[in-house]
């Protein structure tokens, strides 16, 4: 099984067990987030020391090692990203199984467990026509600012959604054009978002306009942007004039 495979075996069975998780969900109550959080994460990261032991593992739910900063290669996993839509029943969840090598964001699967489908480096789609207006995820909790000047200069409706996985994937898959994002997020909420989108043939970086690097010693992902290529220039040069 080469890394693509791995990569989208694991998405795909981490969330088959987060699905079964939640279908038996009177067992664990108000835990249902943790309980699944943790099961999807003992997969993952069992077979990743069982099947890549020389690689290096960022999880956000496993204790980090600077072992992993002296590897060329290292899996970086986000067992369940949008616990609170997972609790809530929503279907606007991901798993999240990347492969960064050199830093760079190799090769990765994006589950949608409750949409059936896993998305992935190896098995690119063409570019879904754009809509018109333009579309913009944005959060469905917290929107931010940024985001929401950029949708207003483009004229764009704004769609509110949960998990960054999700928020990525619905550009991917033609649900929105942009995605934008200055919050704060972690290695683990990009990596495999943003390996797949580059794939799929989007634009993704910093907002601005640097390549996206992973597995540094500091985590921290402050911002993100993942569009489509034609619109990559005119957000970037907008948010460029926020500051």
């Avoid at 063409?126 to 579309?135: E, G, H, T, V």
């Amino acid at each position: 099984m080469n890394d693509h495979e791995l990569a989208a075996h694991l998405a795909g069975e981490a969330g088959r067990i987060l699905l079964a998780v939640r279908d038996s969900r009177r067992n664990y109550g108000r835990d249902l987030g943790r309980a699944g959080d943790a099961e999807a994460n003992a997969l993952l990261v069992a077979a990743l020391r069982e099947l890549r032991p020389d690689d290096g593992l960022l999880s956000e739910e496993e204790k980090d090692s600077a072992a992993r900063l002296g590897k060329e290669r290292t899996w970086i996993v986000d067992p369940l990203d949008g616990t609170r839509e997972y609790s809530e029943e929503r279907d606007d969840w991901a798993v999240h199984v990347a492969l960064a090598i050199g830093g760079r964001p190799a090769i990765g699967a994006v589950a949608l467990p409750a949409l059936g489908q896993v998305l992935r480096t190896d098995r690119p789609a063409p570019l879904p026509p754009a809509a018109a207006p333009l579309r913009m995820v944005v959060s469905r909790t917290r929107p931010a600012r940024e985001a929401e000047l950029v949708a207003q200069a483009l004229g764009a409706d704004l769609v509110p959604m949960g998990s960054a996985g999700a928020k990525a994937m619905a550009v991917v898959r033609g649900e929105a054009e942009i995605y934008l994002h200055t919050g704060g997020q972690y290695e683990w909420d990009s990596c495999a978002p943003v390996a797949v989108a580059l794939a799929h043939g989007f634009h993704a970086s910093r907002i601005d306009g640097s390549a996206m690097v992973y597995n540094q010693a500091d985590v921290s992902m402050p911002d993100l942007l993942i569009c489509r290529p034609e619109l990559a220039a005119r957000v970037l040069e907008i948010v460029a004039g926020l500051g």
